[in-house]
């Protein structure tokens, strides 16, 4: 079969005649039209419907390709077919007037009409920054921030993150996200620490499944983009877009790596990072984004720079000629103008008709743009896939943004095991400025963005997860100072931490501690006496060890996003703690840059992170009396064995006591010959203690009298030394004593 390819030499040799006498090449005489060129034809290898379209552009064309305009900036919407742009773009809180996900794809679409009505109807490709879900769009999924998700150790589950933004991002049009940061954040003191995987490169790299999650999405696929390209998180002083100063041996081992893991998974698209290299500006430096990015790791996708960051190269405002040439001529493919457009195309075509750049550089960036949007599958279906609209907030999202949150939480100190706290009995207290704050919790890039705080999209705020688990099974009291709080409370929590911010706008150059608000809300909370649970939303570790020992339990929460019953899930024992450090905590701002193997003697070393010592307590009786009464369930996993165990036991019986209430954890130990299989201790108080809530036993209280009998995952106590151990909460006036005697199946202990 004769191939239906003409020669491209032929199509632009027919077309250059054609426009030069003015001729419009009819159909099927000599000349392919636009609707049956071989472009169009989605049968053929990509490489063939590039080279066909590439050889139809004019210099209009191609340069329209190379150029990202904010949808904001756009003189008319018309000006997407007048200047052939290739790509618009929403920065930070760019929305439409209407922030609801149809009007996103209504906008998405109507831009795409623009472009598709241009004689070769190349489609434009949409970018925007959803970091953590699709966060610009009011409703939408938020997840945890990156640090968070570095924390969570689980690339899975970052896989899946990936997936599950894809799903809601196509949902409203868009194509192409600007996502993930793979800097490694070496200074806490960087305002973008938050956007960080971790501090260390291994981590950083297992954690680009993302890019699968994004890229591999099936119909719901979108472009991913590695960044900040390269060295954006280990800038002196962790000033943001400051100068990166390390040998290039360093820079490889620490920053390069994550983006050679990205690339090996087809990432579509790589950032250049505002930041120097000693001394360097990125976006100008050729060796290490065409010899070392496309050369060495060979990148086949395009290169972007970061917003107007062409402008930076002379360090002047605004760009000039020289810059777009430095740029382009670096290896940049596409400039994120944002905004004068129009000048940017007239200045890059007068540098490519000066000679100054090669139109073979021209040529290599649309190819590398063009490929993109054919993989994509824009050419076949520009417009919405409106069937993931709906996919935008769904519960299944929200499920798995919940799942991420439980994962990445930090258990960092549990004095006398106070966590998990009691489903049931007494009253518990809440406070702190992010404890009822959506827009607290889920930081920077969020709707806006720097973010904001306050009830800024929906979701569920770590109070109110508090409420939802607890229900009616004790009393939650809520005061964002900690005003009300007295000794009748059986724990606080204090949900503190940092207000949002973005980028530069969240260096820290000064202190990294709390603000004057949470101190004060803490020294509230501790005059109280009530045991302290700290929850701290931040968007990197911060400096509070000068607190620490007035905390009784101390959790990195980061910044989860909007599904804060998560964090709740964790403080109640419906999961258990298993997040790990990804950034090293240090024990004073001073130590910054503090990172592992550095030497320095931080507060909590990189990957540290508690687990509960007992398992999550067990759920108790629905409507639990006032004093325990006998609950049918659970029952021990056998009838404690009649015989008492020979060789006796030791029980260790240790409170955590403040004000009228306290926390008793007992730790049974079997020095016998042979295992108990279910167990029953009983001791007497002496004074007036009353019993409001129990974990990993049934406890029950008749006057002085108490008996605690095994759940069923411990009633079994191995001989020679085995233990079991279970908890519980109570109030008392007066004295707290430990009870005198135990007995345990009816034989006495010896009391450690
Ligand atoms: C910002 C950020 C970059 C973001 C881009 C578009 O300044 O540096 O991460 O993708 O501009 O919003």
Redesign the pocket.
């Known amino acids: 079969m004769t191939s239906r390819l003409r020669p491209p030499w032929i199509i632009a040799l027919v077309t250059l005649l054609a426009a030069a006498l003015g001729v419009v090449p009819a159909a099927g005489r000599g000349v392919a039209r636009a609707a049956d060129a071989p472009y169009k034809d989605p049968s053929l290898p990509v490489a063939t419907r590039v080279d066909d379209l590439l050889s139809r552009m004019s210099l209009d064309d191609k340069a329209g390709q190379m150029t990202q305009a904010d949808r904001g900036a756009l003189t008319t919407v018309s000006d997407v077919a007048a200047y052939r742009l290739g790509s618009i773009?929403?920065?930070?809180g760019?929305a439409p007037s209407s922030n609801t996900p149809s009007s996103w794809a209504d906008m998405y679409d109507n831009f795409q009409r623009q472009a598709l009505s241009t004689p070769l109807a190349i489609p434009m490709i949409y970018?925007?920054?959803a970091?953590h879900g699709h966060n610009n769009v009011v409703g939408a999924t938020i997840f945890p921030h990156n640090i968070g998700l570095g924390a969570t150790r689980d690339p899975d589950l970052v896989e899946r993150v990936g997936r599950a933004t894809a799903e809601e991002v196509s949902g409203t049009g868009i194509d192409w996200t600007?996502?993930p940061?793979l800097c490694v954040a070496r200074n806490d003191r960087w305002g973008?620490t938050y956007?960080s995987f971790s501090e260390d490169p291994q981590l950083v790299t297992q954690m680009t499944t993302i890019v699968d999650g994004f890229q591999k999405a099936g119909n719901a696929s979108i472009l991913a983009?590695a960044?900040?390209y390269v060295g954006d998180g280990g800038t002196t002083g962790g000033r943001d877009?400051g100068n990166t100063e390390l040998s290039e041996a360093d820079l490889r081992a620490i920053h390069l790596a994550p983006f050679k893991a990205a690339v090996q998974r087809g990432v579509g698209s790589v950032?250049v990072?505002?930041s120097s290299w000693n001394g360097a500006r990125m976006h100008g430096n050729k060796y290490l984004i065409t010899d070392v990015l496309k050369g060495e790791l060979g990148f086949k996708g395009f290169v972007v720079t970061?917003?107007?960051?062409i402008d930076q190269l002379d360090g002047q405002t605004g760009f000039t000629a020289n810059e777009i040439t430095t740029a382009i001529n670096a290896g940049v493919d596409m400039v994120?103008v944002?905004n004068d457009y129009k000048k940017f195309i007239s200045l890059l075509k007068q540098e490519v008709q000066a000679g100054r750049i090669p139109t073979s550089r021209i040529d290599d960036a649309n190819r590398r743009i063009l490929t993109k949007k054919f993989e994509l599958g824009l050419f076949e279906k520009p417009l919405t896939d409106r069937s993931y609209t709906s996919t935008v907030g769904s519960a299944a999202h929200r499920a798995v943004a919940r799942e991420a949150v439980r994962k990445s939480l930090v258990l960092l100190k549990n004095a006398g095991n106070v966590l998990p706290l009691a489903k049931t009995g007494g009253k518990i207290f809440v406070a702190g400025k992010s404890a009822d704050d959506i827009g607290n919790q889920s930081g920077g890039w969020t709707i806006s963005?720097q973010g904001s705080s306050g009830n800024i999209t929906t979701g569920t705020t770590i109070l109110q997860g508090i409420r939802d688990l607890v229900g009616s099974g004790a009393q939650v009291t809520y005061n964002r100072d900690g005003s009300g709080i007295d000794s009748s409370y059986r724990a606080a929590v204090a949900v503190v931490g940092e207000t949002p911010y973005?980028?530069g706008q969240g260096d820290r150059t000064g202190s990294m501690g709390l603000d004057s608000t949470d101190l004060a809300t803490l020294q509230r909370l501790k005059a109280s006496g009530v045991p302290l649970v700290v929850v701290l939303v931040s968007g990197r570790p911060l400096d509070i060890a000068g607190q620490l020992d007035q905390w009784n339990a101390l959790v990195a929460a980061w910044l989860p996003g909007t599904e804060g019953r998560g964090v709740a899930d964790m403080l109640f024992g419906d999961s258990a703690p298993s997040g790990r450090l990804p950034m090293t905590w240090p024990r004073s701002a001073d130590q910054e840059p503090i990172n592992d193997g550095d030497g320095k003697d931080a507060l909590f070393k990189y990957g540290y992170g508690l687990d509960y010592t007992v398992p999550p307590p067990q759920s108790p009786p629905a409507s639990p009396s006032p004093s325990p009464s006998p609950s049918p369930s659970p029952s021990p996993s056998s009838s404690p064995s009649a015989s008492p165990p020979a060789g006796g036991c030791l029980v260790t019986y240790r409170t955590n006591d403040w004000g009228g209430g306290y926390t008793a954890d007992i730790t049974i130990t079997n020095r016998s010959s042979s295992a108990v299989n279910g167990w029953r201790l009983q001791w007497t108080y002496a004074g007036n203690q009353k019993i409001t809530g129990y974990w990993n036993a049934v406890v029950t209280q008749s006057g002085q009298q108490v008996t605690a009998s095994n759940a069923s995952y411990n009633g079994t106590i191995g001989a020679n030394g085995g233990t079991a151990s279970f908890g519980f909460q109570g109030t008392y006036s007066g004295a707290n004593a430990t009870p005198a005697a135990f007995t345990l199946n009816g034989a006495a202990c010896a009391v450690g």
């Open positions: 773009l929403s920065g930070g760019s970018g925007i920054d970091v600007f996502a940061c973008r956007e983009t960044k900040h877009q950032m990072s505002y970061d917003w107007a960051g994120m944002p963005w973005a980028e």
